[in-house]
């Protein structure tokens, strides 16, 4: 089978924004990067990924709690994109302490859950600072839940009390400690990101991200962690796949 790396949260439309995203994906490319689950948010962002083409890139749509061209009035137009089965996913959804209406976020999350629930689809989380109040929301609503805990960097901790539920680990370029990779590679259930063109890598000195960029924490994986590149090629691949059993429809992946 013709495995390669899968870039499990990135934002294509705004690379097409900077007229780069031909670019990025071709350079992408090179270093076997070849599928890309992209993120949108607001109406304009639904309608790019409708209408983009591209054939390998797979979405997901959400409201997002603190991005500003989110907004509440988006969601039947969410659930008319998981009705006709256009996305595979709700997200990225979730709490951030950017904002203090903790109810407003709250509500709309558990409206989002409720409508991936209704149409069994995964969830993206967007958690910035607000771990602890995800887990609470999920155990007492949604314990069955599945998904993406997207550009996870917490400790070691909070990474312990979320394997309770059935919740993949993305790790980008920021990725957690050493000690917490540790865990989160053991344990099994994880993927790459590069959440590109956001969420550099600390050391970087160019404007944004690249998709390219997909390689950083799986580099830093391999030599640190001394974990041999086909392991990791092998295990993201069956995770997206069972996650996102779309994905074997693409023109590129051989299931």
């Known amino acids: 089978m013709n495995k390669y790396w899968i870039d499990a949260h990135c934002h294509l439309n705004e690379l097409d924004i900077k007229n780069i995203l031909s670019k990025k994906i071709k350079q992408a490319k090179k270093s076997n990067i070849k599928l890309f689950l992209s993120s949108a948010l607001c109406e304009s962002e639904y309608e790019w990924h409708k209408k983009s083409g591209l054939p390998n890139m797979l979405w997901y749509a959400g409201i997002h709690p603190v991005y500003e061209k989110s907004d509440l009035k988006d969601l039947p137009t969410i659930i008319e994109l998981a009705e006709s089965k256009k996305i595979i996913g709700i997200g990225e959804i979730g709490l951030d302490t950017r904002d203090f209406d903790e109810q407003k976020q709250t509500d709309l999350l558990l409206e989002q859950l409720n409508i991936a629930n209704e149409f069994d689809l995964p969830v993206i989380f967007h958690i ?28 070691q901790k909070i990474t312990e009390i979320f394997t309770k539920f059935d919740l993949t680990f993305s790790i980008g370029c920021r990725f957690p400690k050493l000690e917490v990779l540790k865990f989160i590679l053991k344990y099994g259930n994880y993927c790459f990101e590069t959440d590109a063109p956001y969420q550099k890598p600390y050391a970087s000195v160019d404007e944004f991200n690249h998709l390219s960029n997909l390689l950083v924490p799986i580099n830093f994986i391999i030599q640190n962690l001394n974990i041999e590149r086909e392991k990791l090629l092998d295990r993201q691949f069956q995770i997206i796949r069972n996650l996102f059993p779309q994905i074997c429809k693409t023109n590129n992946l051989v299931c």
């Open 128 to 155: 910035v600072g607000k771990y602890y109040e995800l887990f609470k929301l999920l155990k007492n609503n949604f314990p069955r839940v599945r998904g993406i805990l997207h550009g996870f960097n917490a400790s």
